[in-house]
């Protein structure tokens, strides 16, 4: 079956850095995204990665591992605006755009 | 310019009603989704269609009906609404590519309350 697992909350200051770990069980994967969600809103696109390694887009960078069935999001350089929930996503296998959320990590910054 | 809209954004009803939330996308993509998002803020598919035609129907009672009029729009419809079904429903569209990659947008969600 599919699984994917997440911490639940994670607190950080302001200007600091940040890593969200990810990890899943799947057949079939066919990458993995992240997603931000700030409170009431709806979630927006972050990340998608299919292969090993990482991919950097400004503050953000998403790393991947299929061996190890792991993933992480790295946010540097901390603003408070980034307090939000932060949801990886595994697309398996099947239908198109077949997506699993994790339940989401909710991550506040303190000043 | 909204790229995936919602209607109503807040919804709430009493327990046994019918009620229906309407998508709209304008970002020209094949394939569509309806999410439900509970309480625990745990986002999970209900269904998807492509090109008007159904792909994932995940379990989800007989009560929640998707209707595609055309692939711009995708509808749910819901009967005899229980407690239970409180929650927000997000709905997102992506091109529908066959391969990797297959971006999902999200619409800004329908708060349901049921009372």
């Known amino acids: 079956g599919q699984n994917i697992d997440q911490p639940t909350e994670m607190t950080a200051t302001e200007g600091a850095i940040v890593q969200i770990n990810c990890t899943y069980q799947?057949?079939?994967?066919?990458?993995l995204f992240w997603y931000q969600q700030h409170a009431g809103e709806a979630p927006t696109f972050l990340s998608y990665n299919v292969l090993d390694g990482l991919e950097e887009k400004g503050r953000f960078s998403s790393f991947l591992s299929r061996s190890k069935g792991y993933s992480y999001l790295l946010l540097k350089e901390l603003q408070m605006k980034d307090s939000a929930s932060y949801l990886c996503?595994?697309?398996?296998?099947?239908?198109?755009?077949?997506?699993?959320f994790g339940k989401g990590t909710k991550l506040s910054v303190k000043p | 310019d909204t790229a995936v809209s919602q209607t109503p954004k807040y919804l709430v009803t009493q327990m046994g009603n019918d009620k229906s939330i309407k998508c709209e996308q304008n970002l020209g993509h094949d394939t569509m989704y309806w999410y439900k998002q509970d309480s625990k803020k745990f986002l999970k598919i209900m269904f998807s269609?492509?090109?008007?035609?159904?792909?994932i129907n995940e379990t989800v009672p007989n009560r929640f009906s998707p209707k595609s009029p055309d692939k711009a729009h995708l509808n749910l419809h819901i009967n005899s609404l229980e407690l239970g079904d409180s929650a927000v429903y997000f709905c997102?569209?992506?091109?529908?590519?066959?391969?990797?990659?297959?971006?999902?947008?999200f619409g800004p969600g329908t708060r349901l309350t049921v009372l």
């Open positions: 269609y492509n090109n008007k035609e159904l792909i």
């Open positions: 799947t057949s079939g994967f066919n990458g």
């Open positions: 997102a569209s992506s091109q529908g590519l066959t391969d990797w990659g297959d971006t999902q947008y």
């Open positions: 996503a595994m697309n398996y296998g099947g239908s198109q755009g077949n997506l699993i």
